[in-house]
C-alpha cells in the first residue's frame, strides 16, 4: 500500500548546469562581505574605531611635518635675535579697534626689571605687524639637497612671528620644535624596524624549533628584561663616545633603543608559531620539502601579520619616549642636533620654568604623538581580527 503510494510520485531531474549560489542567493552587501579579502576586513573594522582613525589622521599630519620641517617653520634652525631673548608667546589677531585687519600679530614692548633682571614684554598695540603667506623668508638647505627660502608663513617685515615665544638665545621654539620633530619621530621608525628584524627572526626560531634552543632564547629574553630599562638605557648611552658626529649619535641611540625592545615581539612570535607549526598546512610544505626559514617566512608568518603591525605599533611610542628621556638627561642626542628631548634639556631648571612656561611647549607634540599612537594601535589590534 505505502510502496503503490511512493511509486505514484513523479521523479524530475533538471538538465540544467550546476549553480552554486542557485541554493542561497546572497545579498549584494553579503556577497561583498563573503568575497572581500582579510585586508580589506581590517580596513572596514578600523574605519569604525572613529578614535583610531583620528589618530590616524593626526600621526600623518606629524609625519607631514616631518617632510616639509623646514617649509612650515617660520624661521630657520640656527636664526638667532638676541634682542629678543625669552620673548613670551604672540597672539595672533582678525581686528584692531573693532576693523578687520587680517592675521596679524603686535610688536613687543619690553623693560629690564632691576630687581631680578627678568625681561617683561608687553603688547605694543601701536605696532600692527600683518602675517606674510607663501612667501620669501630665512635660507636653508632642505633635507640637505638644496637651497631655498620659501615658508608658509612668515613675520612681516622687519617685524616678529614667536607664536609659542623664544628661547635663551632668541630663537623660535615653534620653529625649533618643527625641526624636533624629524628627528623624534623618524628614531621611532628606524627604531622599530630593527627591533622588528630581530623580534621576527629570534622569536620565529624560538617557535619553529623549539627544545633546546627555544629555552636557551627564553631564558636570554628573561635575563634582558630583568634589568631596569631607564638605568640600562642611561648606562648603555653613556658609554657612547663623545667624539662622535651627531650622525653617528643619532644612530647609536637607535640601536641601543632597538636592541632592548624585540623582547616582547620575540615572545609574541614565539607562541604564535608553537600553536601554528602543528597545523596540516606546516607539515604538508615540511613534507614537500620546504625549508624552515621558507615555511616560517612564507607560511606562518603572513598567518598572523596584522597582529605584528599593530604590535609594532604600539612599541614606536616607547622608543620616542626612551629618545625624549635619554636626552632630557643629557645622556642622548646633544646640540647642535634638535629633538624634543633636546629642547626640553633646557627646561630642566624649575626656576627658568617658573618664569617662562612656554620652554615646556615641546612636551605637548610628545603627548600628542604618544596618545595618537596608542589610540592608533588599539584600533589596529581590534581590526587585527576582522571576525570577531
Same mark, same amino acid.
Given at each position: 500500500?505505502?510502496?503503490?503510494?511512493?511509486?505514484?510520485?513523479? *521523479?524530475?531531474?533538471?538538465?540544467?548546469?550546476?549553480?552554486?549560489?542557485? #541554493?542561497?542567493?546572497?545579498?549584494?552587501?553579503?556577497? $561583498?562581505?563573503? @568575497?572581500?579579502?582579510?585586508?580589506?576586513?581590517?580596513?572596514?573594522?578600523?574605519?569604525?574605531?572613529? =578614535?583610531?582613525?583620528?589618530?590616524?589622521?593626526?600621526? @600623518?599630519?606629524?609625519?607631514?611635518?616631518?617632510?616639509?620641517?623646514?617649509? =612650515?617653520?617660520?624661521?630657520?634652525?640656527?636664526?638667532?635675535? +638676541?634682542? !629678543?631673548?625669552?620673548?613670551?608667546?604672540?597672539?595672533? *589677531?582678525?581686528? *584692531?579697534?573693532?576693523?578687520?585687519?587680517?592675521?596679524?600679530? !603686535?610688536?613687543?614692548?619690553?623693560?629690564?626689571?632691576?630687581? /631680578? =633682571?627678568?625681561?617683561?614684554?608687553?603688547?605694543?598695540?601701536?605696532?600692527?605687524?600683518?602675517?606674510?603667506?607663501?612667501? $620669501?623668508?630665512?635660507?636653508?638647505?632642505?633635507?640637505?639637497?638644496?637651497?631655498?627660502?620659501?615658508?608658509?608663513?612668515?613675520?612681516?617685515?622687519?617685524?616678529?612671528?614667536?607664536?609659542?615665544?623664544?628661547?635663551?638665545?632668541?630663537?623660535?621654539?615653534?620653529?625649533?620644535?618643527?625641526?624636533?620633530?624629524?628627528?623624534?619621530?623618524?628614531?621611532?621608525?628606524? %627604531?622599530?624596524? #630593527?627591533?622588528?628584524?630581530?623580534?621576527?627572526?629570534?622569536?620565529?626560531?624560538?617557535?619553529?624549533?623549539?627544545?633546546?634552543?627555544?629555552?636557551?632564547?627564553?631564558?636570554?629574553?628573561?635575563?634582558?628584561?630583568?634589568?631596569?630599562?631607564?638605568?640600562?638605557?642611561?648606562?648603555?648611552? +653613556?658609554?657612547?663616545? #663623545?667624539?662622535?658626529?651627531?650622525?653617528?649619535?643619532?644612530? &647609536?641611540?637607535?640601536?641601543?633603543?632597538?636592541?632592548?625592545?624585540?623582547?616582547?615581539? +620575540?615572545?609574541?612570535?614565539?607562541?604564535?608559531?608553537?600553536?601554528?607549526?602543528?597545523?596540516?598546512?606546516?607539515?604538508?610544505?615540511?613534507?614537500? %620539502?620546504?625549508?624552515?626559514?621558507?615555511?616560517?617566512?612564507? *607560511?606562518?608568518?603572513? %598567518?598572523?601579520?596584522?597582529?605584528?603591525?599593530?604590535?609594532?605599533?604600539?612599541?614606536?611610542?616607547?622608543?620616542?619616549?626612551?629618545?625624549?628621556?635619554?636626552?632630557?638627561?643629557?645622556? &642622548?642626542?646633544?646640540?647642535?642636533?634638535?629633538?624634543?628631548?633636546?629642547?626640553?634639556?633646557?627646561?630642566?631648571?624649575? /626656576?627658568?620654568?617658573?618664569? !617662562?612656561?612656554?620652554?615646556?611647549?615641546?612636551?605637548?607634540?610628545?603627548?600628542?604623538?604618544? =596618545?595618537?599612537?596608542?589610540?592608533?594601535?588599539? &584600533?589596529?589590534?581590534?581590526?587585527?581580527?576582522?571576525?570577531?
Amino acid at each position: 500500500m505505502i510502496g503503490s503510494r511512493f511509486r505514484k510520485l513523479e *521523479h524530475f531531474v533538471s538538465q540544467a548546469p550546476f549553480d552554486p549560489r542557485s #541554493v542561497e542567493k546572497l545579498s549584494p552587501e553579503q556577497e $561583498r562581505f563573503y @568575497l572581500a579579502s582579510q585586508w580589506k576586513l581590517m580596513w572596514w573594522k578600523l574605519k569604525r574605531h572613529k =578614535l583610531a582613525l583620528v589618530s590616524g589622521v593626526i600621526l @600623518l599630519l606629524l609625519y607631514f611635518c616631518v617632510v616639509f620641517a623646514e617649509v =612650515l617653520a617660520p624661521y630657520s634652525l640656527e636664526t638667532r635675535d +638676541a634682542q !629678543y631673548i625669552y620673548a613670551p608667546p604672540q597672539s595672533i *589677531h582678525l581686528f *584692531h579697534e573693532g576693523e578687520f585687519v587680517g592675521p596679524f600679530v !603686535y610688536g613687543y614692548k619690553f623693560t629690564l626689571n632691576m630687581q /631680578n =633682571l627678568k625681561r617683561e614684554y608687553t603688547e605694543d598695540a601701536s605696532r600692527i605687524q600683518k602675517l606674510r603667506f607663501f612667501c $620669501r623668508g630665512d635660507d636653508y638647505e632642505f633635507w640637505g639637497l638644496f637651497e631655498a627660502d620659501f615658508h608658509v608663513v612668515c613675520p612681516a617685515e622687519d617685524g616678529t612671528a614667536y607664536f609659542v615665544g623664544t628661547d635663551r638665545l632668541g630663537r623660535d621654539m615653534l620653529s625649533r620644535t618643527l625641526y624636533g620633530a624629524r628627528i623624534s619621530l623618524t628614531i621611532g621608525l628606524i %627604531g622599530i624596524l #630593527v627591533s622588528f628584524t630581530l623580534g621576527i627572526v629570534i622569536g620565529g626560531i624560538a617557535g619553529y624549533y623549539g627544545g633546546i634552543v627555544d629555552n636557551i632564547i627564553q631564558r636570554i629574553i628573561e635575563i634582558l628584561r630583568s634589568f631596569p630599562e631607564l638605568p640600562l638605557w642611561m648606562a648603555l648611552s +653613556a658609554i657612547l663616545p #663623545v667624539k662622535w658626529s651627531p650622525l653617528l649619535v643619532f644612530f &647609536g641611540i637607535t640601536v641601543i633603543l632597538a636592541l632592548l625592545d624585540w623582547t616582547g615581539l +620575540a615572545r609574541a612570535v614565539r607562541s604564535k608559531l608553537l600553536s601554528l607549526r602543528e597545523e596540516d598546512y606546516c607539515t604538508a610544505a615540511a613534507m614537500m %620539502g620546504a625549508r624552515p626559514k621558507r615555511i616560517i617566512f612564507r *607560511h606562518l608568518l603572513p %598567518g598572523f601579520l596584522s597582529h605584528l603591525i599593530a604590535s609594532a605599533s604600539l612599541s614606536i611610542p616607547a622608543m620616542i619616549l626612551g629618545e625624549t628621556a635619554l636626552s632630557f638627561l643629557g645622556l &642622548g642626542l646633544r646640540p647642535p642636533v634638535t629633538s624634543w628631548g633636546v629642547l626640553l634639556n633646557e627646561a630642566q631648571n624649575i /626656576n627658568v620654568v617658573a618664569l !617662562y612656561p612656554w620652554l615646556m611647549f615641546p612636551v605637548l607634540p610628545v603627548i600628542i604623538t604618544i =596618545l595618537a599612537f596608542n589610540f592608533f594601535g588599539d &584600533g589596529l589590534r581590534d581590526a587585527a581580527d576582522p571576525y570577531k
